[in-house]
């Protein structure tokens, strides 16, 4: 009967608290007890074959984290993936309080400081899982998955700097200076401070007052913690939405190894938090709380399996290897690339060679040699160029789209963001960092502003990005392909004009293009009839076509094709190509100066080393297609071919070339000429529509007047001003 005067509290079981009875308490801790028992016996005796234990392995090799997969857990215990999925947050650090006991009865007992052996004091270990299920939509994730186990994929934006975040934190009173340990929520949420100090004060000391507790940093327990931001895919964003992005919390070992731009799929538990900032917005509101997601496992997806898994099948292997043994292997991905686009067959071939890309090339001095095909199409409007970028942005393993007019300098590279609660800076990537290894498609090129263009040149050429601003220095990667479409300045591409004057971008930024079209819309009676028709039956067809459901299947097929080789073929040339290749291009640099001499002016496209680099690189491009490690002397051929169908001949294109003056049209030119300077004093201007306007009723024929302007132009006797609409005569 001793004991019943003890100040017990007496308590009945109310229904406010149903579990709260020790019974219960005692049946969870001996189901937690049994758990961490299953987990320590999964982590030893875990085997994929006879004698072969990869996690006792790789906890002793690596004893900072070990990396799980759900599946073996799956078929060690079926109880386990499903315990974890539903309360991530209470088994998790089960998990790793077993892997570290593990960990410790692996290692050897050592010595301690008085000679006894001890226990080998072991770090925590961090779990990390991972899992082959599917990614859910980030759009899907709803009030129902808080703290449950997802799976989401996207790109990473943003990057914070790293923060320390305790785990424990260490109060001292401020009357009575007792301590206390309180520990941390995980993840980006506070720790609970008591309101009152438990020490009983004895007669004649004066009791504690509420809230006593002082922190002391000093005696706290830090872990690194760094926060993301995650993006969702830009091809899973529904059409007029705009791409949603989510915060992603990494601690410990995941810390600073993601850099902004970089494809991400990633497992977590999708908690909340009371963020600082919404308190203001959400007066009312007591409960309202930000969604965010703690990482617990995390995997790259590299170049190659940014859509879709990487890992191909033996089957798919074996029929890539059959396809690419057939002579006709070449032509078939040609015919295969944007088949609704009739002819233009040249241009399907650069875009397949733009596609597969030539080889990378590291140098011992630390030199990158790009391995990238830049495409630039320049024509005439109504000539199917942004219907080619908008299949290689479907097709393409990564592809990003954007339209010159509405893209700065900034959103094409990177720009600097100041982050609103932080107040600190950070770096948010642009279209070209985003594409890295896959394909910009930049249309309307003409048309953006030449110091955006300049933006570009770094990116086209060395690969890298380099930044300095708001005290940020630093270079991103952009190994992109760019394909670009352009008009010429008159919007039409005009056979009276030099081809300077229908190309009207620098040379610098030329010389980056390995491949130059010219695409012209040629009235010829027989070509229009065969056009029209193409085109009615393709209007006329679609929606049998889209019924039928081959045709995406195909396009599958070419992407996973080109994923394939990107990742599994990097061609080298063989020697009888080096020599072949060596001869040509001397020739080619040969019949440029001549052509140079005769004329009088240098190409509007010039021919340097790039363009011998960028013959390499379609040569190894055209060897990828075979799955050839070997670029042949044909492979330099057709590659020479389309070089010169494409670059050369806008090179040599325009007026110089094709009209041989006959002595009568001399004769009417030189009278145009004595006409528009007698119309043009000297120092005058007049717009150009209306001197030609006032020259042709005079009796005159247009082209000629137009060819009498531009070769006064070309002397320098006139000068065009405001985008060529004002003429000016010069002294």
């Known amino acids: 009967m001793s004991g019943w005067d003890e100040g017990g509290v007496y308590y009945s079981d109310q229904a406010q608290f149903p579990d709260g009875s020790p019974e219960a308490e005692a049946a969870s801790a001996a189901s937690r007890h049994s758990i961490l028992q299953k987990f320590k016996e999964f982590i030893r005796n875990f085997e994929t074959e006879r004698n072969v234990f990869p996690y006792r392995e790789s906890l002793v090799n690596n004893p900072k984290f070990l990396v799980i997969h759900l599946e073996d857990l799956l078929s060690f215990d079926s109880d386990l993936p499903s315990l974890l999925r ?57 009030a129902q998955f808080i703290s449950k186990l997802v799976k989401i994929s996207g790109i990473t934006i943003a990057a914070s700097r790293v923060k320390a975040k305790a785990t424990y934190v260490h109060l001292i009173c401020k009357n009575c200076k007792s301590p206390r340990t309180v520990p941390c929520r995980p993840g980006l949420g506070g720790a609970i401070v008591p309101r009152s100090c438990d020490h009983i004060p004895q007669p004649g000391e004066e009791p504690c007052p509420i809230d006593p507790w002082i922190v002391v940093p000093d005696k706290s327990k830090y872990v690194d913690q760094q926060t993301l931001k995650l993006q969702e895919n830009p091809e899973d964003v529904p059409t007029g939405e705009l791409p949603r992005n989510m915060l992603l919390s990494v601690d410990r070992r995941l810390v600073q190894t993601i850099v902004p731009g970089t494809r991400l799929t990633i497992m977590g538990i999708y908690s909340i938090f009371q963020s600082a900032s919404s308190s203001a917005s959400h007066k009312g509101a007591v409960a309202v709380r930000q969604p965010y997601i703690r990482v617990v496992g995390m995997e790259e997806t590299n170049e190659a399996s940014s859509r879709g898994p990487a890992s191909f099948t033996q089957e798919e292997v074996e029929e890539f290897k059959k396809f690419a043994s057939h002579p006709d292997a070449y032509e078939t991905i040609c015919s295969r690339v944007a088949p609704s686009i009739f002819g233009h067959n040249d241009v399907k071939k650069a875009v397949a060679c733009l596609l597969f890309g030539g080889s990378r090339k590291n140098l011992p001095d630390g030199v990158k040699l790009r391995g990238d095909i830049n495409v630039l199409l320049l024509g005439d409007p109504s000539t199917a160029k942004s219907q080619f970028l ?23 590279t990177a720009s600097v963001i100041q982050d609103n609660s932080s107040r600190e800076f950070y770096l948010e990537g642009g279209a070209m960092v985003l594409a890295d290894g896959g394909v910009v498609c930049i249309d309307e090129f003409d048309k953006m502003r030449p110091e955006d263009r300049v933006a570009i040149h770094e990116a086209m050429e060395q690969q890298t990005i ?18 670009a479409a352009a008009n010429p300045p008159s919007g039409r591409y005009d056979d009276l004009k030099t081809a300077q004057d229908n190309i009207d971008l620098q040379t610098t930024i030329l010389s980056r293009f390995d491949l130059i079209f010219i695409v012209k819309d040629l009235r010829i009676y027989d070509q229009d009839k065969v056009i029209a028709s193409h085109i009615i039956k393709v209007h006329a067809s679609a929606e049998a076509a889209a019924a039928n459901g081959k045709s995406s299947k195909e396009e599958n097929w070419l992407k996973r094709y080109i994923q394939y080789c990107r990742t599994e073929c990097h061609p080298r040339l063989s020697e009888s190509a080096v020599e072949k290749l060596k ?3 001397v020739d080619i640099r040969r019949a440029m100066r001549q052509q140079a001499n005769e004329t009088g002016e240098a190409a509007a496209i010039p021919i340097t080393v790039r363009q011998l680099e960028a013959i390499i690189r379609l040569s190894e491009a055209l060897a990828k297609m075979k ?44 009278q145009a000429e004595t006409q528009v300077k007698r119309r043009l004093g000297i120092g005058n201007r007049i717009s150009e529509r209306r001197l030609i306007d006032d020259l042709t009723r005079m009796g005159m024929n247009e082209s000629i007047v137009r060819r009498a302007i531009l070769i006064m132009h070309q002397r320098g006797e006139v000068e065009y001003q405001r985008e060529r609409h004002v003429i000016v005569r010069k002294a």
Do not use: C
Not at 88 to 104: G, I, K, N, Q, R
């Open 390 to 412: 908008k299949f290689v942005e479907k097709t393409a393993p990564i592809a990003v789209y954007t339209s010159g007019k509405g893209s700065s300098a900034a959103g094409l």
């Open 583 to 585: 001869g040509d291009y």
């Open 86 to 142: 539903s309360s991530p947050s209470d088994y998790l650090p089960l998990f790793e309080t077993a892997a570290a006991e593990v960990l410790a009865s692996l290692k050897m007992r050592v010595t301690g400081d008085t000679g006894e052996m001890v226990e080998p004091h072991t770090e925590e270990v961090q779990i990390l899982l991972n899992s082959k299920e599917d990614p859910v939509s980030m759009r899907s994730l709803g």
């Open 627 to 670: 799955l050839s490690y070997v670029a042949t002397e044909s492979d330099v051929a057709e590659a020479l071919r389309l070089f010169k169908v494409s670059t050369m001949d806008a090179a040599r294109s325009g007026i110089n070339q094709q009209i041989n003056l006959t002595p009568e049209m001399a004769n009417d030119i030189k």
């Open 466 to 483: 380099s930044i300095a601003k708001a005290g940020i220095t630093t270079v991103l990667n952009s190994r992109t392909s760019v394909l």
